[in-house]
């Protein structure tokens, strides 16, 4: 039969096993909410990094709709870039500066052809035409 002391023996026992065993779990529990701590922090920065690259997308996308809105405003300015067009760009420069000479020289002799005694001549038909005309 099983006396009071053997009982209260087995009991001490089973006590002890009990701690042992809450102390390892104990221990495995600390270690564990360790490790959850550092996996929370983890999660944490990155969810603050993924907030900041949405943020940084969203200018990013703003940024690109502005250069895209400016490429469309400059894009119907490429044509003025073709070889053939600057070609006749130039040509219509010499022309306006031989225009421009022109203009220049006849404000400086109107009859540049005419010999001074042809213009002499001009000039009194054209007086003589004023003084008659009604």
Not at 83 to 111: C, F, G, H, W, Y
């Amino acid at each position: 039969m099983n006396t009071v002391a053997e009982r209260y023996a087995r009991l001490g026992r089973c006590y002890v096993q009990l701690a042992d065993q809450f102390a390892e779990l104990d221990l495995e529990h600390m270690y564990l909410k360790r490790k959850l701590v550092e996996l929370l922090k983890a999660l944490k920065t990155a969810q603050q990094q993924a907030e900041i690259l949405a943020t940084e997308n969203t200018e990013l996308r703003q940024e690109n709709s502005a250069i895209k809105a400016q490429y469309e405003v400059l894009q119907q300015f490429e044509a003025l870039l073709d070889p053939m067009l600057l070609l006749e760009l130039e040509e219509a420069e010499k022309a306006i500066q031989l225009v421009n000479e022109t203009i220049s020289e006849r404000t400086k002799d109107e009859d540049p052809d005419l010999t001074p005694e042809d213009k002499n001549l001009a000039s009194a038909y054209m007086d003589e035409v004023m003084t008659h005309s009604p």
